[in-house]
């Protein structure tokens, strides 16, 4: 199943871009895509807790993702 | 030419002989009577005759007059600024606030969302990339009372995107520089500066007075310790945070809405400062001014904000993307 990628802040430097589409295979689950762009960032990303949404909307545990789904990795942000 | 309700009261109170005109419609007279002053019913078309008076033209906002003077070149001719919206409001409580009658035309704010912003009081943590924005376009669009919190000096990487200081206050202390500044943009504006650090040992003591907190720091552990005090204290709390060329923004703890806690976990971490990071100048002014609205728009009551949404912007692409973060699937 196809899933669409949205890269946040540091999670976007880290894994070096905005926007993915990657084929998963079916009964994937958030947590294992978040595994996977933890993966791609090569360490960059240990230290930082990276909160996810599917289709916009958050999700705190993780849940079964479907074909066609948009799943944003989003990091807090120091600066101010 | 302008004239304010003040002024034009002072015209009234010491006899100064002046042709005041009504332009408006027959409805707007009848549902919105001028109150303290006598006019004269006239269209743009038919102005009354005058010898050497000053003529002070009046319609509901003061927008149509100021026009009517242009087109006609009228001379010795001033406008009402606000127009009766302001000179009536100017009657009932002797506070002129035409100077934001671009605002008050809104039928969102109104005289009603104005004075609400006058009694305000909106406390800024952090008079740095984020705070500065937010505080001049607050005081400049008429909150009442800042409170800015910043134990911080002035320094020269500060100045390309702190736009209150310049190059001849470094060293100085933030806060009581930008009250200074402040107090330039708006002389009705009461503005307390608190040269220290927030922390858990002062937080509560700082903030209990707040009617919006603008949290403008930049350190998650700072940003901890008003989330908690803005959630036991029930006083709403703006989040902005910058990452290099992205910024977010949320509306926090507001009537029983998330918390930072709740959109980033109690043991969130991560993320390089700006000084760490970098940060163009144009991206806190955005984020900064996107929570002054937000803020803004708590005072007036104006809905929807951004509680229970997490507001994420990109300076490169310009994208946008709104997360619902009071939703947990």
Not at chain 2, 64 to 77: D, Q, R, S
Request: charged share 20%; hydrophobic share 40%; aromatic share 6%.
């Amino acid at each position: 199943m196809k899933i669409f990628v949205k890269c946040f802040s540091q999670v976007k430097y880290a894994v070096g871009t905005s926007e993915l589409a990657l084929d998963l295979n079916p009964g994937a689950t958030t947590a294992d895509l978040e595994t996977m762009i933890r993966e791609k960032s090569a360490g960059a990303l240990d230290d930082v807790t990276l909160r996810t949404a599917v289709n916009k909307d958050y999700v705190s545990q993780p849940v079964p993702l479907e074909d066609g789904d948009e799943v944003a990795f989003i990091p807090p942000v120091q600066g101010g | 030419m302008i004239i304010t309700p003040q002024e034009l009261h002072n015209w009234v109170s010491t006899g100064r002989s002046f042709v005041a005109a009504d332009i408006r419609p027959e409805e707007q007279r009848y549902h919105f009577p001028i109150s303290g002053l006598e006019a004269i019913i006239a269209t743009a078309e038919n102005l009354p005759a005058r010898k050497k008076e000053s003529l002070v033209l009046i319609c509901q906002f003061g927008v149509l007059t100021e026009e009517l003077i242009v087109e006609k070149n009228l001379e010795n001719a001033y406008s009402l600024l606000g127009g009766v919206q302001s000179w009536e409001a100017f009657q009932t409580d002797n506070m002129d606030l035409s100077r934001w009658t671009r605002q008050t035309i809104l039928p969102e704010i109104g005289m009603a969302g104005q004075r609400k912003l006058q009694d305000s009081k909106i406390t800024i943590v952090g008079m740095g990339g984020l705070g500065c924005p937010a505080a001049q376009t607050l005081a400049a669009s008429g909150v009442g009372n800042l409170q800015l919190i910043d134990g911080d000096a002035i320094e020269l990487s500060n100045l390309h995107r702190q736009p209150l200081y310049n190059k001849n206050d470094i060293g100085r202390s933030k806060v009581t520089v930008a009250c200074k500044r402040l107090k330039k943009l708006n002389e009705k504006l009461t503005v307390i500066a608190e040269e220290r650090t927030l922390d858990e040992s002062n937080g509560q003591e700082l903030l209990k007075d707040a009617d919006v907190i603008i949290d403008a720091t930049d350190n998650i552990k700072t940003r901890q310790v008003i989330d908690h005090i803005s959630k036991t204290a029930r006083i709403p709390m703006v989040y902005g945070g910058l990452y290099r060329f992205e910024g977010q923004v949320a509306v926090l703890n507001h009537n029983g809405g998330p918390g930072y806690e709740h959109i980033f976990t109690p043991d969130a971490a991560g993320g390089d400062t700006c000084a760490e990071a970098g940060v163009l100048g144009m991206l806190p002014a955005i984020i900064g001014n996107i929570q002054a609205l937000e803020a803004v728009k708590i005072i007036i009551g104006l809905k929807p904000n951004l509680s229970g949404k997490l507001l994420l912007y990109d300076g490169i692409t310009h994208e946008t993307n709104t997360i619902n973060v009071g939703v947990n699937r």
